[in-house]
């Protein structure tokens, strides 16, 4: 969507509480307290609320979505999701408070909501046939003619540089070949200080992953727990890409390019845009790289509407 085709389709509030009401209440409004919904009706003088002439309850159309409790208006609410869709590379809260007019914290607390939407996205048990999983490492690399260019806040002297071993935090990620989806997830140490072991690999895999999928790694040693009926209830099929002995897609699909080339899209932004990230919020902005590659070919404005709401 354009900036003039955004100002036609939302030249006002009303036409922005129109297009939400029919987002999020696909099968007509829907009172929350009885969950009537024929006896529902719009409110004239506050048209985000409705009245439920059945239990007699008032509700907002927001309740329970990343807008509610927010005074923020509204068309700004919905430009910087028009925004942030639309940056290739994410925008920085610096930028959105520049765009629309707000607080610095007010534009930071708007990105945080929105890609908390982003990461709302249901993928459970939905990727099947072949999945590549790899992982990688975010974290400023300790250069010393730019400091500022620390995505994570390192221990003073970890003089590391890339990959496993390091301080840096993982990041598993799994990626369905046949349609590009992508899932991905911050591996944080376990209760035993542990970074991705066997258990945390099988775990982000098993959350989206069908049952009897291929799937296709790197030579990591934490996948062969893959390998053992034991550990490997759903049955995966584990095909494992030696790297070292120079297996680079070798021409017949044995690869894991694809997942590989999400990481790129992943560094880039976070280079491009947000330059620091702790490991805090590190999750959201993965949230949000992957929000855009899943809904790179449909309406991703009305998708993101209806992932903002969060509570049922
Ligand atoms: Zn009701």
């Excluded at 003039?4 to 509030?13: A, G, I, L, S, V």
């Excluded at 099988?202 to 992953?209: F, G, K, M």
Aim: hydrophobic share 30%; aromatic share 10%.
């Amino acid at each position: 969507m354009t900036y003039f085709e955004f100002n036609e389709k939302f030249p006002t509030d009303k036409s922005i509480l129109q297009h939400f009401r029919t987002i999020r209440y696909k099968n007509g409004l829907t009172c929350p307290h009885c969950g009537s919904t024929q006896q529902v009706g719009l409110r004239t003088d506050q048209p985000k609320l409705c009245n439920c002439n059945h239990c007699h309850n008032t509700f907002s159309i927001f309740t329970g979505t990343i807008f509610e409790k927010s005074s923020t208006d509204l068309k700004k609410w919905f430009f910087a999701v028009h925004l942030v869709l639309n940056a290739k590379k994410g925008i920085s809260a610096l930028q959105l408070q520049r765009e629309i007019g707000t607080t610095y914290k007010t534009a930071w607390r708007i990105l945080k909501q929105i890609r908390t939407a982003m990461g709302n996205e249901n993928l459970e048990k939905s990727f099947e046939l072949i999945v590549e999983v790899d992982e990688t490492y975010v974290g400023g690399k300790p250069r010393k003619q730019n400091n500022n260019l620390q995505f994570t806040t390192p221990k003073p002297k970890d003089t590391s540089t890339t990959g496993r071993g390091t301080k840096k935090t993982p990041v598993i990620g799994v990626k369905e070949r046949g349609t590009g989806r992508v899932y991905a997830r911050v591996a944080l140490p376990d209760h035993n200080g542990q970074k991705l072991t066997g258990k945390q690999l099988l775990s982000v895999i098993s959350a989206v992953t069908k049952p009897d999928t291929v799937v296709m790694t790197d030579d990591f040693k934490g996948y062969n727990i893959i390998n053992h009926k034991s550990t490997n209830p759903e049955n995966f099929t584990h095909i494992s890409v030696c790297h070292s002995l120079g297996e680079f897609s070798s021409g017949k699909g044995l690869h894991t390019n694809g997942i590989e080339g999400f990481w790129a899209i992943l560094k880039r932004s976070i280079i491009g845009s947000y330059h620091h990230i702790s490991t805090k919020y590190l999750q959201s902005y993965v949230n949000e790289c992957c929000f855009k590659q899943n809904n790179r070919f449909v309406d991703s404005f009305d998708k993101l509407l209806w992932q903002s709401v969060l509570a049922a």
